[in-house]
């Protein structure tokens, strides 16, 4: 990470040990949902639950990008 990190991660491809791929940062699969990312969306609504599936492709749509969700626990 420090490697790829300069003024904001470049997701620079690396040759991983595992399989001898070559992976960017944010295609590792972590023990729970994490990412990197250029910028983040938060919403807090406690009585909002899990976003659904419509309501994140219109997210996507208005943003113009895929998007990963990864809940934020306190």
């Known amino acids: 990470?420090?490697?790829d990190f300069e003024n904001g991660f470049k997701l620079n491809r690396y040759r991983v040990p595992?399989?001898?791929?070559e992976?960017?940062?944010?295609q590792f699969i972590y023990e729970w949902p994490q990412g990197f990312g250029q910028f983040s969306?938060?919403?807090m609504n406690p009585n909002l639950g899990k976003l659904d599936d419509e309501h994140k492709r219109k997210l996507e749509d208005i943003l113009g990008t895929p998007l990963?969700?990864?809940y934020k626990h306190f």
Not at 18 to 21: F, I, L, S, T
Not at 23 to 26: F, G, I, M, N, W
């Open 23 to 26: 992976l960017t940062l944010h």
């Open 41 to 43: 969306v938060e919403a």
């Open 68 to 70: 990963r969700v990864i």
């Open 1 to 3: 990470m420090d490697e």
């Open 18 to 21: 595992c399989c001898c791929g």
